[in-house]
Nanobody, 119 residues
Framework: QVQLVESGGGLVQTGGSLRLSCAAS????????MGWYRQAPGKQRELVTT???????DYLDSVRGRFTISRDNAKNTVYLQMNSLKPEDTAVYYC?????????????WGQGTQVTVSS
């Protein structure tokens, strides 16, 4: 089984920065994508950014240039550096691990961490 533990959320003013971390433990495949999703009140969960084990990244247009994803494969940990935060970035942020195996694709989720940006 796989567990994801997140940390680093909090309250910050507009223009501030936060760094989220997510450590995965358990049976981790080499073939995976780690990333971050977010869900604001009354809205659907949306993809923020992902990074493959090989380092390829993808970003939501509204965060590109402000957010940076990185990962330490040796530690099975993914990070999200968020700069120039805006009130519309306020949401619960969820870490995601998507693993590809013989039986197919499996998604794992963290417990979520609240990010609040005050205006």
């Amino acid at each position: 089984q796989v567990q994801l533990v997140e940390s680093g959320g909090g309250l910050v003013q507009t223009g501030g920065s936060l760094r989220l971390s997510c450590a995965a433990s358990g049976s981790i495949s080499s073939f995976n994508i780690m990333g971050w999703y977010r869900q604001a009140p009354g809205k659907q969960r949306e993809l923020v950014t992902t990074m493959t084990a090989g380092g390829s990244t993808d970003y939501l247009d509204s965060v590109r240039g402000r957010f940076t994803i990185s990962r330490d494969n040796a530690k099975n940990t993914v990070y999200l550096q968020m700069n120039s935060l805006k009130p519309e970035d306020t949401a619960v942020y969820y870490c995601n691990l998507k693993q590809y195996g013989i039986i197919g694709t499996t998604n794992y989720w963290g417990q979520g961490t609240q990010v609040t940006v005050s205006s």
